[in-house]
């Protein structure tokens, strides 16, 4: 048996899709350009889309997936048959170059990292492919490519807007428990995100995935020396701990507090001193940790884990429902 | 080649008997077996017959040297069965399995081992284990290229000619890539001449127009130092299992997904379940998947929301204060 289905209306398609061009019998789509019969293109054919080469790859821009701080964010294809879909960064205000740069350097040396745990928690990092010029008639623009990671297509802020009064308290501790074990390898790594926000936390409402992009502020930090951040998101100014909007020094410290802001925020908190809806005392941790109390991510954790336990019980399978997914077979 | 019935309970007797019996009492082979040699072979054929009209050519390129001895091993002794289960199971009817061992071409006796396309178990079974566990592995990359051209000039399949649909590539491995396929190594082991090296980005378009190369490396800690090196060349079609035990149905997992014979990964997975794959193992498949599975579109994920592909202009504003 095999069983293809028309990307457009659902309906099922003849196999061998992937070789030849095939047309679906009830909405005349077709798998691919070409005529019917033909071979699928070994590049996918020029329909007026923008591209640009990097790295002696050439690359797609499929759509638009957000505006970040310095860049529009846009999802990609290298232009092979079968090529992989990518994450395409164009910086938009040029004055930022240094913070793409950044990130992009950031990453390429945690994902080197020997870190306890790195063989896990680096696949959880943006991956980074390629970064480069990308030129049209005068004007050239920086970009960075990364691996596109499936299922991570939102962040927290959009997720929190079909959730207007918050999510339920046990999806709250899995987000901000992923947070922590990430922040827990990338402060061991020598590194401070300095901005985790709810536009930087990137969600899998299926798998219970948390993961963080925007790493352009990124920092390397070590026990005994300040780090100071670069640039603050005008967004989040006030989910910076007032110390950080000030001085600008960061640490550990900073980011428990942030992804501290963004569980309190996720659980329909209106304000970083009240938990609001929350369970009383795991949210009495989640102040405590939003005032900067904490600056070991697993110590957090485990906090965190305690009270939820008492509050919850045991850890359970809670996805996010969100519209065009459905849970795990069988969950 | 290929003639004959594939039985998988007969595997299963063949393969659990060895369970308990080292890996050298398996592989007796302490030197290149005179029939794998890929010295003047000609063409290994992957051909349909009447018992197995839809043949489907799948080559093995098992890295033999000492960190990767084990997937041959496993093979052997516990997995090949499993992946021609899950083959059949996915509707993929006649699989024809060539087997070859990759080695160090500078270094090693036997760098590069070739089998047949067989579709019986005893037949498939015969060239894995004639194949020689050379051991060694240090002291430079193993030579997966010299793999790569023998299965893209070395090799005929009717499913190619006749029905235009590539076979299947999987080499394991755990180094980084060459940069080119050796004239001198080609000549030496093979006899073909070439007038010069030729670049490994080159070799790999060449196999891809016979075949659908994956480069599957064992387990995440050698994923973290070598994936990057291959994904430059092979994109998302390189492959981080989570132990070498799972190289069976990650293969098998790839030519249900490419040939259509599941719509997405979690019918992959409601299919490994059913046979009796436990719920860790065939978590581990998936999480392997997902990468590859997303580049098909296949992840069962919804596609993202995009807006139009305009790119910005001018000097635009930051969001940052600095």
Known sequence: ????????????????????????????????????????????????????????????????????????????????????????????????????????????????????????????????????????????????????RSGFQQTLSEVLSHYPEGLPSRVVVWILK????????????????????????????????????????????????????????????????????????????????????CALLAGGSRSYEDFGPLPPNLGMVLVLAARGHFDDAWELREKVDRESAVAHGPPSYNPIALPGWDPLPGA | MGYGNYSHDAHVAMTSKRQTVNTSEVFTQRTCHELMRPMNVGKRECRDSEAHPNSVGVVFALDVSGSMGEIPSRLATHTLPAFMKAM??????????????????????APLQVGQFESTESLMDQWLT?????????????SYELAMYFAARHTV??????????????????????????????????????????????????????????????DAARGQKFAWLWRKLLGDRVIVMEGPDDTSYVSAGLVALLEGAVPDLAALVTRLREAGVSEHQSAAVARALTPFAATLERDGTPPPTLGSATLPEGEGQSGHDR
């Not at chain 1, 993961?211 to 930090?221: E, I, R």
């Not at chain 1, 005994?224 to 950080?244: C, I």
Request: aromatic letters at 8%; glycine letters at 10%.
């Open chain 1, 178 to 261: 992923r947070l922590l074990e990430l922040l827990g390898f990338t402060h061991q790594a020598g590194v401070v995100h300095g901005a985790v926000t709810p536009d930087h936390v990137l969600i899998h409402p299926r798998d219970h995935g948390a993961v963080l992009c925007g790493w352009g502020t990124a920092t390397p930090w070590s026990e005994g020396r300040q780090a100071r951040l670069q640039a603050l998101s005008r967004a989040w100014l006030k989910h910076y701990p007032s110390t950080v909007s000030r001085e600008r020094f960061v640490s550990p410290r900073t980011d428990l507090a942030m992804a501290a802001r």
């Open chain 2, 157 to 218: 399949m009717d499913c190619f000619e006749k029905r235009g649909r590539r076979g299947y590539l999987f080499i394991t491995g755990d180094e980084p890539p060459n940069p080119v396929v050796s004239a001198a190594q080609v000549k030496n082991l093979m006899g073909d001449d070439l007038e010069k090296d030729i670049p490994l980005a080159d070799m790999i378009e060449e196999v891809q127009r016979t075949f659908e190369p994956f480069y599957l490396i064992p």
């Open chain 1, 1 to 148: 048996m095999r069983v293809e289905f028309c990307a457009s209306c659902g309906a099922p398609l003849e196999a061998r899709w992937a070789e030849i061009v095939i047309e679906c019998h009830y909405c005349g789509c077709q798998n691919a350009p070409g005529a019917r019969g033909e071979p699928v293109p070994a590049t996918i054919p020029d329909d007026g889309r923008p591209r640009f080469g990097l790295d002696g790859r050439a690359y797609v821009l499929q759509g638009h997936l957000a505006s970040g701080d310095s860049s529009e964010i846009y999802r990609g294809r290298w232009t092979k048959r079968l090529g992989e879909l990518v994450v395409i960064k164009v910086l938009r205000a040029r004055a930022d170059q240094d913070l793409l740069r950044n990130e992009f350097k950031t990453l390429q040396a945690l994902l080197q990292s020997e870190a306890q745990g790195a063989s896990h928690f680096t696949r959880l990092l943006p991956q980074p492919i390629g970064l480069g010029p990308l030129r049209r008639g005068d004007d050239e623009r920086l970009v960075s490519v990364f691996r596109w």
């Open chain 2, 130 to 142: 004639w194949m020689y566990l050379e051991g060694g592995g240090s002291g430079g990359n193993e």
């Open chain 2, 88 to 109: 059949l199971d996915s509707g993929v009817a006649d699989p024809q399995v060539m087997f070859m061992g990759v080695g160090h071409a500078v270094s090693d006796s």
